[in-house]
């Protein structure tokens, strides 16, 4: 999710017009000069955008000088935004303080808007047009109070935005695209066969031959899915063309094409490093994942025994991976499969709203801080999440993190939020 700064001096209007912006009462905090206010982030949508706003208020009270102040202030928020508002008194006109921020603003590649707020009658508006003269362009009028103007600030602000990323919730219905993929004899095509399928034939349209069907449409517990690469599953790769490396990366092609990959693991033998190796496409591919151990019929207490161990050690990267244990043979926990495939493809696309995630955040770093290093600590100022499909997250912070307090974050992330069957993708933008 797009980030939309609001910088500017103190009393210039900044809260009210992220009131506005917002489109509702929150309880956005009074500018007080000398008071020093956290970056606050607040969900806003227009015409059917959604985007961060960051009410940046806060004035550094120990900084020598004005300029200095508003200096830093439009640093930082230049850093963690797409687009930045840059907000002035246009009763006031542009002032020394004003101009040194916009020296800041014009260095950086960020797309500024210039706000001329409390431009709350004509002449006023007029008087605005002098702010030409600060060099950021057409200064918007705007009354935030009244409203005035608001809505060509918006439709600036959305112009200004970066191209909208594919929206994954608002996808067509059709069938979810999954992976069934595995190393040879885990049972793939056998477990295949315990699904009705339908095989639609591809016309190649150059030869205008027929050639194998790719994907194939497959009922399994009574839903529609596209299983990807079905050709692949159901013939035996010739001997010639039969190498690991094609192998690999038709395996690679496919856990591509899907949205949820299945992993088949084959219990009556040790997960192996080939295992690892497709375990790692899906995960590097950000696919949603659920690991059916197969031929779980042949597990006895013994094996069992040996299971568990190699399953604490060879899968504790990806504890969140949904489990199955089944037989493609009996059919046991074969009507699992959907459940755990639905479950996985929901947290793939969970979006948590920016209000809940921060205020978790907040009680979290409250809790337990980075650790001080060299008499320093980082702080994490706030975050939103940047995507789904799988869930992106965007940690805005005073500096780099250390590894093992990233990872700390992102577990309790999952023990606060799920991500059952799913990856998550953290990263750090460190100020400056
Ligand atoms: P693929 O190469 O992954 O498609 O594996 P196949 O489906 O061809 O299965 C390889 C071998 O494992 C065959 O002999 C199957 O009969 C056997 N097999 C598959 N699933 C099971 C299972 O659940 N239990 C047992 N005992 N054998 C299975």
Redesign the pocket.
């Given at each position: 999710q797009p980030v939309v700064a609001v910088v500017g001096r103190p009393n210039v209007g900044k809260s009210t017009l992220v009131n506005r912006i917002i489109g509702r009462r929150q309880a956005v905090v009074e500018d007080v000069p000398g008071v020093t206010r956290d970056r606050v982030p607040y969900d806003a949508q227009w015409n059917g955008r959604s985007f961060t706003v960051v009410d940046t208020g806060g004035w550094e009270p120990d900084a020598k000088d004005r300029a200095a102040a508003i200096a830093a202030q439009a640093e930082t928020a230049v850093v963690t935004a797409d687009v930045v508002l840059f907000v002035v008194d246009a009763m006031v006109g542009s002032t020394d303080v004003d101009e040194a921020a916009v020296k800041m603003l014009r260095r950086s590649a960020k797309p500024v808007i210039l706000v001329a707020n409390k431009a709350d009658n004509t002449s006023i508006e007029m008087e605005a047009t002098s702010l030409w003269s600060l060099g950021l362009g057409e200064p918007f009028p705007v009354s935030a109070l009244h409203g005035r103007g608001s809505g060509d600030l918006l439709d600036a602000i959305l112009a200004a935005l970066p191209e909208a990323p594919a929206i994954v919730e608002n996808r067509p219905r059709g069938p979810r695209r999954v992976a069934l993929v595995?190393?040879?004899?885990?049972?793939?095509?056998?477990?295949l066969n315990r699904f009705s399928g339908e095989e639609r034939a591809v016309v190649d349209s150059v030869a205008g031959t027929t050639v194998d069907p790719v994907d194939s449409l497959v009922d399994i517990g009574g839903q529609t899915w596209q299983l990807v690469d079905t050709a692949g599953?159901r013939k035996r790769v010739g001997k010639a063309s039969g190498t690991e490396y094609y192998a690999s990366l038709r395996t690679a092609g496919a856990i591509e094409a899907a949205e949820v990959a299945v992993v088949?693991l084959d219990s009556?033998e040790p997960i192996s490093e080939q295992d690892q190796r497709i375990l790692s496409m899906v995960t590097e591919a950000g696919r949603a994942l659920v690991i059916a151990f197969?031929?779980?019929?042949?597990v006895d207490a013994d094996r069992r025994y040996y299971l568990d161990k190699e399953i604490d050690r060879e899968l504790r990267r990806i504890p969140w991976a949904i489990r199955l244990n089944?037989?493609?043979?009996?059919g046991r926990a074969v009507d699992k499969l959907a459940p755990a495939l639905n479950k996985a493809l929901a947290s793939w696309e969970t979006r948590v709203p920016t209000a809940q995630l921060n205020q978790w955040l907040t009680a979290l770093v409250q809790a337990t801080p980075h650790p001080v290093r060299g008499g320093r600590a980082p702080r994490i100022l706030f975050a939103t999440q940047a995507g789904v499909a799988p869930p992106r997250f965007v940690l805005f912070t005073t500096g780099p993190l250390d590894a093992g307090y990233q990872r700390f974050v992102e577990r309790k992330l999952r023990e606060e939020f799920g991500y059952e069957g799913s990856p998550i993708e953290i990263s750090v933008r460190p100020r400056k």
């Open positions: 595995g190393r040879p004899n885990v049972g793939k095509s056998s477990l599953l088949l009556s197969n031929k779980w019929d042949l089944l037989s493609a043979m009996t």
